[in-house]
């Protein structure tokens, strides 16, 4: 006779080979749960790295002082759709790491006023402006803000957000790939070479903007150099920062602008192979008379295949926007550029 035997329950602290001790108590929870304890670790470990940079590094190195609670503007916008948490600006810029991009920071320049950084927010790419603190710089935060308002121009940087909840300013634009103009002039730069083509593609749009400002908006921009060009990986470019608001001579605004263009054109023919020699070579240019076929042997290497006629073409752009008084408008220098670039693109296949 067959004998069976009745299964009994399986004991599972008896038989389960693994020592749950080593992970301590198990804690059912839902996915509710989860995701608070999530944000309640992420906040506090945000907080933490937020006082140290407060306490210690960005501010120390970059002399950052106290905006102090008076100023009701400011306050304003910050409450505003378009405002974001000083936090969540450090957290997207890798902690506003002041380690140069090509060493593996965050910064990509510094001029007396600002730093720019790179970074991500939302999962697209942006540089952020972090103002320095001088006097007046409240002034120029909400300047910058307000023209991008009020001038809806393609060729002017796209401010996405801003940011006045701390001691800091800060202006988050969109991110443009291949940074400021001067640091792509040099003919011997580890980015990418600024052919003919692409010079006289960024002579063109500066020209479109600096026009579109003067004739739509009647509007002067008053901070149009190298430093302050940015271009993406077509050559296009974007003008950043708006200059300090000028004063009611709208004439004298506007041939500051010019003067401007006039001097990037000088600096792209010249390159910064002679930068510490530009500011004398466009005087030199800028003379009345001056024999500019003088300067073909100024040409460098990215510009020997250029003819001598487009090359002198181009320096008499710069001549004329350098010479420019208040007898000449807007609409004459844009009329001579746009005409350059037409003849240009006639000539060549590659203009971009």
Not at 4 to 11: A, D, H, L, R, W
Not at 126 to 150: D, P, S, T, W, Y
Not at 274 to 294: C, F, N, P, T, Y
């Amino acid at each position: 006779m067959t004998t069976t035997t009745k299964c009994q329950p399986t004991n599972y602290e008896e038989t389960d080979p693994v020592d749950h001790s080593l992970f301590g108590p198990v804690k059912i929870s839902n996915d509710d749960d989860f995701m608070k304890d999530l944000t309640r670790e992420w906040d506090e470990r945000r907080h933490e790295a937020t006082v140290f940079f407060r306490r210690v590094s960005f501010s120390e190195k970059f002399g950052l002082f106290a905006i102090p609670t008076a100023y009701s503007q400011l306050s304003k916008l910050s409450k505003t759709p378009d405002h974001i948490m000083f936090d969540d600006v450090f957290l997207a810029t890798n902690a506003l790491e002041p380690t140069p991009v090509e060493m593996g920071g965050s910064l990509v320049l510094e001029n007396d006023h600002s730093c720019m950084f790179t970074g991500e927010l939302d999962g697209s790419k942006i540089m952020v402006q972090v103002l320095k603190k001088f006097r007046g710089n409240e002034a120029f935060f909400i300047h910058q803000i307000e023209m991008r308002k009020n001038c809806p121009i393609q060729g002017i940087s796209n401010l996405l957000r801003y940011s006045c909840d701390t001691k800091h300013l800060v202006l988050v634009y969109e991110h443009i790939n291949f940074g400021p103009l001067n640091s792509l002039i040099a003919a011997n730069h580890k980015l990418p070479k600024l052919n003919w083509a692409a010079r006289v593609q960024i002579v063109y749009d500066i020209a479109t903007a600096v026009f579109e400002l003067h004739s739509k908006f009647q509007t002067a921009h008053l901070n149009i150099s190298s430093q302050n060009i940015f271009l993406d990986r077509h050559y296009q470019c974007k003008i950043g920062d708006f200059g300090h608001s000028g004063g009611d001579n709208l004439e004298f605004n506007y041939i500051e602008d010019i003067h401007g263009l006039g001097m990037i054109v000088a600096e792209l023919y010249f390159d910064s192979t002679l930068v510490e020699r530009i500011e004398e070579m466009a005087e030199k240019v800028k003379k009345w008379g001056s024999d500019l076929s003088a300067f073909l042997v100024n040409r460098h290497e990215l510009l020997c295949d250029v003819d001598d006629k487009s090359l002198l073409n181009f320096l008499q752009l710069s001549q004329f926007c350098l010479q420019c008084d208040f007898t000449v408008e807007s609409s004459e220098v844009y009329d001579k550029i746009s005409e350059f670039y037409e003849e240009q693109s006639r000539l060549s296949t590659v203009l971009v």
